[in-house]
């Protein structure tokens, strides 16, 4: 994960300074292993003590996906979710009726890599894998 200096100085980059509450949002986003809403965002940094308000993290995070710092999907309940970018390539499976995320491990994609970069001449740095599916519960299973 990127250190607070280093997000300081990407939104300086872009114009903007580390604001207390782009902290807390940052920081709320950092402790997190799964894609959070805005609502979901706001709790955990009052949590951990900050004050801010609702608008204040639906703009943050509107301009922190504009920058690449945060990444951002959109679901079938109509919400978007967001987990940083700063924390390298990552593995998600999403369920699209209860939007509950998990990271989970493995990345034997090396192949997939050299198929994709040798047909279209890209030349792969990094990768976010979203899978999505019926979680436990959702399936009745649980």
Same mark, same amino acid.
Request: with cysteine.
């Given at each position: 994960?990127?250190?607070?200096?280093?997000?300081?100085?990407?939104?300086?980059?872009?114009?903007?300074? @580390?604001?207390?509450?782009?902290?807390? *949002?940052? +920081?709320?986003?950092? +402790?997190?292993?799964?894609? !959070?809403?805005?609502? $979901? *965002?706001?709790?955990?940094?009052?949590?951990?003590?900050?004050?801010?308000? !609702?608008?204040?993290?639906?703009?943050?995070?509107?301009?922190?996906?504009? !920058?690449?710092?945060?990444?951002? *999907? #959109?679901?079938? $309940?109509? %919400? #978007?979710?967001?987990? @940083?970018?700063?924390?390298? #390539?990552?593995?998600?499976?999403? %369920?699209?009726?209860?939007?509950?995320?998990?990271?989970?491990?493995? %990345?034997?994609?090396?192949?997939?890599?050299?198929?994709?970069?040798?047909?279209?001449?890209?030349?792969?740095?990094? #990768?976010?894998?979203?899978?999505?599916?019926?979680?436990?519960?959702?399936?009745?299973?649980?």
């Amino acid at each position: 994960m990127h250190s607070q200096k280093k997000l300081s100085k990407q939104l300086r980059r872009h114009g903007y300074r @580390l604001t207390q509450q782009r902290r807390a *949002i940052l +920081q709320a986003l950092a +402790q997190s292993h799964e894609y !959070l809403t805005s609502a $979901d *965002i706001l709790d955990r940094a009052k949590a951990l003590g900050f004050d801010l308000g !609702l608008t204040t993290v639906y703009r943050t995070m509107d301009a922190l996906a504009d !920058l690449g710092l945060v990444k951002r *999907i #959109h679901l079938e $309940d109509g %919400c #978007h979710r967001y987990a @940083l970018a700063s924390q390298g #390539h990552r593995h998600y499976v999403v %369920c699209p009726d209860c939007s509950r995320t998990v990271e989970f491990e493995g %990345c034997d994609l090396g192949f997939l890599f050299q198929q994709v970069s040798q047909s279209t001449g890209f030349a792969i740095q990094d #990768h976010w894998l979203e899978l999505f599916g019926r979680c436990p519960q959702c399936q009745g299973v649980g």
